[in-house]
């Protein structure tokens, strides 16, 4: 097996930010008359000033930008695909972070950042993007709260297809003859919701790939349409792959034995053959 190639990844000088925080550019150190250049501002970034970009970084972390990374040796390390530093989501995050926001004497030349061409000033649209809130009304199920097959007045169950809902129901009433109880861990999710899953994914995994093993797109995603659901806990699920078939229901992905979809040729036929996960489900694909 050859070798895989490294992955490349953009390093940014942390005075670098200067490029897409304009309001950098016209701050100094406090105490600092030196006026020194940028690259100066860069090589001293260590110590309090470092732990200033780490709070600055968490901040942005929690205002939309789940992506961006802590400074390494006093400098931002950002894998391909993860997060761009341009972006009207990073513009935005920065300008609710600003309080938090490191000072540097100047703002870098554009061969010392190397991030690419001078961004646009930042747009009012962005100014008043805001992170996005979640709440039960998206689906989110609350940490600590058992929600049956049967609470149809949470969006994340009444908001799952009928027939799917139904095929839990008949399911969940005859496991509990049985001495197991169904627990919805996940149902229906807003695009929004799937979205905000999809980015702690490609924090957690490291990479949008890997991600893709766990996580499916809003546009993909059998949750945002209603047609799947992660059931727990163990047992419930266990029993739901033992007993499932003659109520349509089916394990789709080898690695999520919690994750249910309804396949109404199953009750005659059997389940079909587990994918992996989803990168080899054909509808992840478009």
Same mark, same amino acid.
């Given at each position: 097996?050859?070798? %895989?190639?490294? !992955?490349?990844?953009?390093?940014? &000088? =942390? +005075? *670098?930010? @200067?490029?897409?925080?304009?309001?950098?550019?016209?701050?100094?150190?406090?105490?600092?008359?030196s006026?020194?250049?940028?690259?100066?501002?860069?090589?001293?970034?260590?110590?309090?000033?470092?732990?200033?970009?780490?709070?600055?970084?968490?901040?942005?972390?929690?205002?939309?930008?789940?992506?961006?990374?802590d400074?390494?040796?006093?400098?931002?390390?950002?894998?391909?695909?993860?997060?761009?530093?341009?972006?009207?989501?990073?513009?935005? %995050?920065?300008? !609710?972070?600003?309080?938090?926001? &490191? =000072? +540097? *004497?100047? @703002?870098?030349?554009?061969?010392?950042?190397?991030?690419?061409?001078?961004?646009?000033?930042?747009?009012?649209?962005?100014?008043?993007?805001?992170?996005?809130?979640?709440?039960?009304?998206?689906?989110?199920?609350?940490?600590?709260?058992?929600?049956?097959?049967?609470?149809?007045?949470?969006?994340?169950?009444?908001?799952?297809?009928?027939d799917?809902?139904?095929?839990?129901?008949?399911?969940?009433?005859?496991?509990?003859?049985?001495?197991?109880?169904?627990?919805?861990?996940?149902?229906?999710?807003? &695009?929004?919701?799937?979205?905000?899953l999809?980015?702690?994914?490609?924090?957690?995994?490291?990479?949008?790939?890997?991600?893709a093993?766990?996580?499916?797109?809003?546009?993909?995603?059998?949750?945002?349409?209603?047609?799947?659901?992660?059931?727990?806990?163990?047992?419930?699920?266990?029993?739901?792959?033992?007993?499932?078939?003659?109520?349509?229901?089916?394990?789709?992905?080898?690695?999520?034995?919690?994750?249910?979809?309804?396949?109404?040729?199953?009750v005659?036929?059997?389940?079909?053959?587990?994918?992996?996960?989803?990168?080899e489900?054909?509808?992840?694909?478009?």
């Open positions: 097996m050859s070798k %895989a190639k490294p !992955k490349r990844t953009l390093t940014l &000088p =942390l +005075v *670098a930010l @200067a490029i897409f925080l304009p309001l950098l550019a016209a701050c100094g150190k406090p105490g600092d008359s006026g020194g250049s940028g690259a100066a501002a860069g090589g001293g970034a260590a110590g309090k000033d470092n732990d200033q970009f780490v709070k600055f970084a968490q901040c942005l972390r929690q205002n939309g930008v789940p992506q961006w990374p400074p390494v040796d006093g400098k931002f390390r950002i894998r391909p695909g993860s997060v761009d530093p341009n972006s009207p989501q990073v513009k935005a %995050a920065a300008q !609710k972070c600003k309080s938090s926001r &490191p =000072l +540097v *004497a100047s @703002a870098p030349s554009r061969s010392s950042a190397e991030v690419g061409p001078p961004t646009r000033p930042i747009s009012r649209q962005a100014r008043l993007t805001r992170p996005t809130r979640l709440d039960e009304g998206d689906g989110v199920i609350p940490d600590g709260v058992a929600v049956s097959v049967f609470d149809e007045e949470r969006p994340a169950v009444g908001k799952l297809a009928p799917l809902l139904d095929a839990l129901r008949r399911a969940a009433t005859d496991a509990e003859a049985d001495g197991v109880e169904f627990r919805v861990n996940s149902g229906w999710r807003s &695009p929004k919701y799937q979205q905000r999809l980015q702690d994914a490609v924090v957690k995994y490291g990479s949008p790939e890997e991600a093993r766990w996580v499916s797109t809003p546009q993909t995603s059998a949750h945002v349409k209603g047609e799947g659901v992660d059931i727990g806990p163990k047992d419930a699920a266990a029993w739901l792959s033992e007993h499932g078939a003659p109520y349509g229901l089916c394990q789709i992905y080898r690695n999520e034995p919690w994750h249910y979809e309804l396949r109404p040729d199953a005659v036929g059997g389940c079909p053959p587990l994918y992996a996960d989803p990168t489900d054909p509808r992840m694909r478009r």
